[in-house]
């Protein structure tokens, strides 16, 4: 049965957070794969940029699954992925223009894959702070936690971008 996020309980709200991640984390995977097949030098810099999303995606999973073990333990969740209705922090390709003709592009190649991650963490970032002012109490302390990683999350890209380009930071993040 489909269910919106505000629906759902703490512990199934947690569920699909780690749903989410791995989700994300696949995703990045195959962006990934697929630009390392391009061989060129911009879509081999796009491919490392969603190598270290994927990478990040997945640790954000285990403190995930480490926070679903200490509040849970074991208890099984019959929530399913396909469950939610709600599609939060979807990577979309189109999001930073990742295939932009190189003549016209304003933006170095990592900083196109940047603004993918950057658009997919923005959007659940601002998803979880809204739940979590309209939630009851009870689904306050998991919305605040994922909002928080999502915060951090928006931190590291932006740091990313502005490691490689500090001269292009502020435009990277806008």
């Not at 189109?94 to 592009?105: E, I, N, P, Q, S």
């Not at 979880?128 to 306050?140: F, I, N, P, V």
């Given at each position: 049965m489909r269910?919106?996020?505000?629906?759902?309980?703490?512990q199934e709200?947690?569920?699909?957070?780690i749903f989410i991640e791995?989700?994300?984390?696949?995703?990045?995977h195959r962006f990934a794969g697929m630009f390392t097949e391009f061989r060129?030098?911009?879509?081999?810099?796009?491919?490392?940029v969603f190598w270290d999303m994927a990478v990040e995606e997945r640790r954000h999973?285990?403190?995930?699954?480490?926070k679903y073990q200490e509040r849970y333990g074991n208890a099984g969740c019959a929530l399913t992925e396909e469950d939610p209705q709600?599609?939060?922090?979807?990577?979309?390709?189109?999001?930073?223009?990742?295939?932009?003709?190189?003549?016209?592009?304003?933006?170095?190649?990592?900083?196109?894959?940047?603004?993918?991650?950057?658009?997919?963490e923005q959007s659940a970032q601002n998803y979880y702070s809204?739940?979590?002012?309209?939630?009851?109490?009870?689904?306050?302390?998991?919305c605040t936690t994922?909002?928080?990683?999502?915060?951090?999350?928006?931190?590291?890209i932006w740091r990313t971008c502005s490691r490689h380009q500090p001269a292009r930071t502020r435009e990277c993040i806008e």
């Amino acid at each position: 049965m489909r269910r919106t996020l505000a629906s759902l309980n703490p512990q199934e709200a947690l569920h699909v957070a780690i749903f989410i991640e791995e989700r994300n984390a696949g995703i990045y995977h195959r962006f990934a794969g697929m630009f390392t097949e391009f061989r060129d030098p911009d879509s081999l810099e796009i491919a490392s940029v969603f190598w270290d999303m994927a990478v990040e995606e997945r640790r954000h999973s285990t403190a995930l699954q480490e926070k679903y073990q200490e509040r849970y333990g074991n208890a099984g969740c019959a929530l399913t992925e396909e469950d939610p209705q709600d599609m939060i922090e979807v990577p979309r390709l189109d999001d930073g223009d990742v295939f932009a003709d190189l003549a016209t592009a304003q933006d170095s190649a990592r900083e196109r894959a940047v603004k993918v991650a950057l658009a997919a963490e923005q959007s659940a970032q601002n998803y979880y702070s809204r739940l979590a002012e309209q939630t009851k109490d009870t689904h306050r302390g998991v919305c605040t936690t994922n909002s928080l990683l999502w915060k951090t999350d928006t931190w590291l890209i932006w740091r990313t971008c502005s490691r490689h380009q500090p001269a292009r930071t502020r435009e990277c993040i806008e």
